[in-house]
C-alpha cells in the first residue's frame, strides 16, 4: 500500500509563494511519476504538474507554467511543489498522486492509482 502525505500548504497573499511536498511510504520510490492535481470549490479536480521517475523531463499546465516548480528527491521519497507568484485563482485543494512507471495520458486523474489527502492552499487578494 502506497500512502502520500501534503504538506505546507496555508494562506498567502497575491504574489506570495509557497512550497508543498508530498512524501511517499514506498520502495522504490523511483519508479513512481508523481504529480499535482488540484480542485476548487465546485469545480473538477485539474492537472497541475508532473515529474517522471528519473526527475526529467516534468510537464506544467499552461496555467502555472513559468511560477510553479516540481521536482524529487528520491533518496528522501519526497516531490515538491515550488510555487510562486501566486493568484487567487490558484486556491484550491492540491493533490499528489503517484503512478507507476511513467504513463501518457499524465493529466488525467484516472491513470493515477495513489492519492494523498490533499492541502489547502488560499491564495488571497
Known amino acids: 500500500q502506497v500512502q502520500l502525505v501534503e504538506s505546507g500548504g496555508g494562506l498567502v497573499q497575491a504574489g506570495g509563494s509557497l512550497r508543498l511536498s508530498c512524501v511517499a511510504s514506498?520502495?522504490?520510490?523511483?519508479?513512481?511519476?508523481v504529480a499535482w492535481f488540484r480542485q476548487a470549490p465546485g469545480k473538477e479536480r485539474e492537472f497541475v504538474a508532473v515529474?517522471?521517475?528519473?526527475?526529467?523531463?516534468?510537464y506544467y499546465a499552461d496555467s502555472v507554467k513559468g511560477r510553479f516548480t516540481i521536482s524529487r528527491d528520491n533518496a528522501k521519497n519526497t516531490v515538491h511543489l515550488q510555487m510562486n507568484s501566486l493568484k487567487p485563482e490558484d486556491t484550491a485543494v492540491y493533490y499528489c498522486?503517484?503512478?507507476?512507471?511513467?504513463?501518457?495520458?499524465?493529466?488525467?486523474?484516472?491513470?493515477?492509482?495513489?492519492w494523498g489527502q490533499g492541502t489547502q492552499v488560499t491564495v488571497s487578494s
Open positions: 514506498v520502495r522504490p520510490f523511483s519508479v513512481y511519476s
Open positions: 515529474v517522471r521517475t528519473t526527475g526529467t523531463p516534468t
Open positions: 498522486a503517484a503512478d507507476p512507471g511513467n504513463p501518457r495520458s499524465y493529466t488525467a486523474p484516472y491513470v493515477y492509482d495513489y
